[in-house]
């Protein structure tokens, strides 16, 4: 089981940028598609994006497409969201997520979380 952390949630302005990191320890990084979903509070958790393990191809949920970029840095061990031009619809918990190979949607399908960060609209 792989231990994820995360980091850079904040206060944002509409229109802002955040960046959130992930740290993962345990596990073989470079074997992980890692994702990042979000939780807004009375809503279900849903999926934002995920980058892959081999070549690094990333798939977003439409409401960031072209605004959110995962990247990640398998010799560090950490995966990155670069958030852009955010909107008070993008204030939620936002939680790393990991599965070894394997692609993934839907919450159900990932193996490990992390504990979450808080992303909140300050205008």
């Known amino acids: 089981q792989v231990r994820l952390v995360e980091s850079g949630g904040g206060l944002v302005q509409a229109g802002g940028s955040l960046r959130l990191s992930c740290a993962a320890s345990g596990g073989t990084f470079s074997e992980f598609v890692m994702g990042w979903f979000r939780q807004a509070p009375g809503k279900e958790r849903e999926f934002v994006g995920r980058i892959s393990w081999g070549c690094g191809s990333t798939y977003y949920a439409d409401s960031v497409k072209g605004r959110f970029t995962i990247t990640r840095d398998n010799a560090k061990s950490t995966v990155s969201l670069q958030m852009n031009s955010l909107k008070p619809e993008d204030t939620a918990v936002y939680y790393c997520?990991?599965?070894?190979?394997?692609?993934?949607?839907?919450?159900?399908?990932?193996?490990?979380w992390g504990q979450g960060t808080q992303v909140t609209d300050s205008s």
């Open positions: 997520a990991a599965r070894d190979y394997r692609d993934y949607r839907s919450p159900s399908e990932v193996r490990d």
